[in-house]
């Protein structure tokens, strides 16, 4: 049996395509290429530490400045950590757009805690505190406000937006009961992504698909299909979860479009209660969303609520409860931002082959800088196909041909790489290469061969093939290669490979 570990080290000998035929039926992926920018706990009101709330809003004063010089800015060229979307690690990889300018965001999402605790101020000042008007007037693209965001705002609530009910020195004391004040927030998203245009009404920020039960929305930009999910896909605490529309507009969009989720919790020790006095959602309601999400092409999540913390911000990791049974993906990326208070943001850029995501950390200033530390780029086409033919018989001393097959469900091209003898050599990088069986054989025996079909970019398939040797009346001369002599399959190709 050929050692498989060997085997795959050796594919990097591999040189360039001799055979770009795909002999299957392929559909080129649609053309995508959207950027965009998240951002998690503006929180404004909040202090915390030395960095007061008048610190915190110098930050996030800085954050929504420097998104808006997103498109003066460049991609990493450094090579950044990488995944493939089938879970499985292909080593250090750089940015798909390394070394290019960033394009302008289509949008910016905010996933979660507009202000501290005062985001329905009460008394004596309508209900728009002076902390959510900061907010707004940061957060309205058509404000107009000098030093705002100046590309649309996808708005996601958070825990505070939706707990926090107190008055201006910290006590309860609104001017209408809490139920009340929690539907002036969730009708601020209505406003600014349903409106009513029925009756003319149009939205400043237009969604596709709006669920007028749990306020949850989703839109599409190109190919790429983004759904807000507020605190987390299937919250019933306040309206109904959710999940069933969830699941209806995921069907809506199908099996293979990509999808990038937005909430606030994440699936860390901090927001499931494990090192936290409070669970903020249970390990059962994750795995309910987990189901809806099943079977389709869920790329990332995008989530906030840690403030960096559990774990370390902002960072990448993958959870059990995200294990999709789709087989191009057995983990989701899931992206833990640090918040705005803190100078944080993302900025993240999908085509059809990868998602790039890299964290922008500014000063108070507004001077950005992008960490090679924190960044993580994922290659989004799937695997190709992979067929080794047989099973095969040969005569001692005799011929044998496979006939190998693969192809690239993108329609790109794939190379072909053989290992015969069981050393991790990679003997043939022809589609249908012919060999020679050893001569020096007294009883019938059998042996596995490897073939790796692999696309452009570096996503491979494996295909095994049994071949019995057996004695027989071939006189041909054994090949003239010690190393694979005393191995079943000879390494002298017949057709001058």
């Given at each position: 049996?050929?050692v ?7 594919v ?29 706990d ?26 808006n ?16 979307v ?27 805690d ?125 309206h ?97 931002l ?37 960044g ?22 005799g ?95 017949s057709?001058?490979?």
């Amino acid at each position: 049996m050929l050692v498989q570990g060997a085997i795959l080290a050796s594919v990097a000998l591999l040189g360039p395509a001799q055979t770009p035929v795909n002999a299957q039926t392929c559909s080129p992926p649609p053309e995508v290429d959207v950027t965009f920018a998240v951002v998690a706990d503006p929180q404004f009101g909040r202090g915390a530490g030395a960095c007061d709330a008048a610190c915190r809003e110098r930050y996030t004063r800085a954050v929504a400045a420097a998104i808006n010089t997103i498109d003066q800015q460049t991609w990493p060229g450094h090579p950044v950590q990488g995944i493939t979307v089938d879970g499985q690690s292909i080593g250090t990889v750089p940015f798909s757009g390394a070394g290019q300018r960033m394009a302008p965001p289509e949008g910016v999402i905010v996933v979660g805690d507009l202000t501290e605790d005062r985001s329905l101020n009460n008394v004596g000042a309508g209900w728009r505190s002076p902390e959510f008007k900061t907010f707004t007037g940061l957060f309205e693209h058509e404000s107009g406000q000098a030093d705002g965001v100046r590309f649309p705002v996808y708005v996601g609530l958070g825990n505070h937006d939706l707990e926090r009910f107190v008055d201006e020195d910290g006590q309860p004391g609104l001017a209408f009961s809490e139920d009340e004040a929690r539907q002036r927030i969730w009708d601020y998203v209505w406003d600014r992504h349903r409106g009513f245009p029925e009756v003319g009404l149009e939205p400043p920020v237009p969604v596709t698909n709006f669920d007028d039960q749990s306020y949850a929305y989703s839109w599409d930009w190109g190919h790429l299909h983004l759904v807000q999910l507020h605190t987390f896909g299937g919250d019933d605490a306040y309206h109904p979860s959710g999940l069933d529309w969830l699941e209806a507009d995921l069907d809506a969009v199908g099996p293979d479009r990509p999808v990038i989720l937005f909430q606030h919790y994440g699936w860390d020790c901090f927001s499931d209660g494990g090192c936290f006095d409070r669970a903020w959602w249970t390990r059962e309601q994750m795995v309910a969303l987990n189901k809806a999400l099943d079977g389709h092409n869920v790329i990332g999540v995008f989530h906030g609520h840690t403030h960096g913390r559990y774990p370390a911000l902002p960072r990448f990791y993958t959870d059990q409860y995200l294990e999709l049974a789709d087989p191009r993906q057995r983990d989701v990326a899931i992206f833990n931002l640090a918040d705005a208070g803190q100078g944080y943001f993302a900025v993240v850029r999908v085509t059809a082959e990868a998602m790039d995501v890299t964290y922008g950390v500014v000063d108070e200033t507004s001077t950005v800088t992008f960490s090679a530390e924190n960044g993580f780029t994922m290659r989004l086409n799937q695997a190709p196909t992979a067929e080794a033919g047989g099973p095969y018989r040969v005569e001692a001393g005799g011929l044998v041909g496979f006939e190998g097959s693969g192809s690239d469900p993108e329609c790109g091209p794939v190379t072909f790489a053989w290992d015969f003898g069981g050393d991790g050599t990679v003997e043939s990088t022809e589609q249908n290469p012919s060999f020679r069986a050893t001569s020096d054989l007294d009883a019938a025996v059998r042996q596995d061969v490897l073939l790796r079909v692999c696309d452009q970019a570096g996503i491979c398939s494996d295909a095994w093939a049994m071949v019995d040797v057996v004695p027989g009346t071939a006189t041909a001369s054994p090949p003239d290669n010690g190393s694979f002599i005393t191995r079943l399959i000879g390494a002298s190709p017949s057709t001058g490979d």
